[in-house]
């Protein structure tokens, strides 16, 4: 089967991508060419995300939609009415993993089921879609990677930012030196509006008869039946990882990509439930501080991640890293250096010890000061500034996929993002909860993925 040029998919996204827009699912899915040549997909979870991934997949050449499950009834009613009656839907994901037809699946349920039907899924013979973070608890990282390694299957964690060309080139001025040696980054994630705040609509017929909430609860403390906690699942500990699960871990596996690091060693978080008290049990606005330390790829640098839930001021979501000569501001698809660079003299005069001395000290210190910084080193260099635009019509969902899919067809588990770089991603933002829990600092072990005791 043929390997599609990175260039030449960009090229076919931009072409897509307009009249995808406007066709029903069903017409995208026909968007194929060979038969033979297809990878059969089943989506297990066809909430927002599971309906937004399966469209980005269907975007890639060669890829047909055969199987649905969900828990939620009227979901697998819609999923037929969008894809085709022709699908196979079902509540139950383990008859997915069943059928010989099915050759990957997309894992886009709520956090806490995530390792367990990726495991199941592995050991089924299936190659592995999984939606961020990768899992709900640390200890379930490693289970997973391991499970991984030994079925060979491909396996790509949903982190698709960093398949974007701003991503490639951000990481490619950061190799380059363009900013020196990092010292710094801050990256941002806000939002102002009840939907963003994960209070999505619950549909008016949510009961035990149309919703299997046993099956949902898994082994989350069981409870009656809450169509809240089931369609807002997000907001609850018991099912999901909080703005740390959801947001940071697209920042953290960014980050890594970007800087070439494989995650910080010491974490701190702070915040609270400000606005959103509605009975979640996660904050609405959570900071977060890590330390990377030097490694051969990179400096030692601090990072901070932010979230505010309840941002009713300007919002700017972006990532900004910064070094010793300039600065890399990235968002949206765009990408701005600016590259400043100090002068060799320190320079002297203005709020400077300078005018405090007495007037012979004074003369013998400029005596000094030319006699070890000749003209030439007293001038900083103009500061410069280079944009960069992601072409038009890119898309980094259908990328991301696309990477998958390509890797697949090879007999490859080396994906941008496989369960290795998805864990060192899940794993500090799981830690991020335990900081600010807990109320303490964790101690991180990047290499190893294990938390370290202090």
């Known amino acids: 089967m043929k390997k ?57 050449p060669d890829v047909e939609l055969v199987a649905v499950a969900d828990l939620y009834k009227g979901r697998l009613e819609r999923a037929k009415a969008d894809f085709g009656q022709q699908l196979f839907t079902t509540r139950d994901y383990r008859e997915i993993l069943q059928r010989p037809d099915v050759d990957a699946v997309l894992i886009v349920t709520s956090d806490h089921w995530h390792a367990k039907i990726a495991i199941d899924a592995l050991a089924a013979g299936k190659h592995v879609y ?66 963003g705040a994960w209070n999505y609509s619950i549909p008016p017929d949510a009961s035990t008869e149309t919703v299997d909430w046993d099956t949902f609860l898994g082994n989350a403390p069981k409870r009656p039946f809450d169509a ?17 699960g959801d947001l940071f871990v697209h920042l953290l596996t960014s980050t890594h990509y970007i800087t070439n690091s494989v995650g910080p060693t010491r974490i701190y978080s702070s915040g609270g439930l400000y606005h959103w008290k509605d009975g979640r049990d996660v904050p609405d606005v959570l900071v977060s501080v890590m330390d990377y330390p030097q490694t051969a790829q990179h400096g030692a640098f601090q990072a901070v991640y932010r979230v505010n839930f309840a941002n009713a001021g300007s919002i700017n979501n972006s990532t900004r890293i910064i070094g010793d000569e300039g600065e890399i501001l990235f968002g949206n698809g765009r990408i701005t250096l600016t590259k400043k ?35 030439d080193s007293r001038k900083a260099e103009p500061v410069k500034e280079i944009k960069f635009e992601a072409p038009k019509g890119e898309d980094g969902h259908a990328l991301h996929f696309g990477n998958f899919f390509e890797n697949i067809r090879k007999g490859s588990q080396g994906t941008i993002e496989d369960p290795i770089v998805g864990f060192r991603a899940a794993g500090p933002a799981l830690a991020c909860n335990e900081s600010y829990f807990a109320q303490k600092v964790i101690n991180w072990d990047p290499v190893a993925m294990k938390l370290k005791k202090k």
């Open 341 to 375: 660079k100090l002068a060799q003299a320190p320079g002297y005069g203005g709020y400077d010890s300078y005018f405090t001395f007495p007037e012979g000290t004074q003369k013998d210190f400029v005596k000094q000061y030319d006699a070890k910084y000749p003209e």
């Open 228 to 244: 809240t906690r089931f369609f807002r699942w997000r907001n609850y500990r018991d099912y999901g990882t909080g703005v740390a």
């Open 130 to 195: 999984c939606e961020k973070p990768m899992v709900k608890q640390i200890s379930e990282g490693l289970g997973v990677i391991d499970a991984w390694k030994k079925s060979g299957k491909t396996m790509q964690v949903g982190s698709q930012r960093i398949s974007g060309s701003d991503a490639a080139e951000a990481r490619r001025m950061i190799a380059a030196g363009e900013i020196g040696a990092i010292n710094y980054m801050e990256s941002n994630s806000d939002r102002f509006n009840a939907i």
């Open 4 to 60: 599609i040029a990175r260039r030449r998919f960009i090229q076919q996204m931009a072409a897509v991508a307009p009249v995808a827009a406007i066709q029903p699912f069903h017409l995208i899915k026909d968007m194929t060419v060979s038969p033979a040549d297809k990878i059969r997909i089943a989506t297990i979870g066809m909430g927002i995300q599971g309906h937004y991934d399966t469209r980005s997949a269907l975007k890639n």
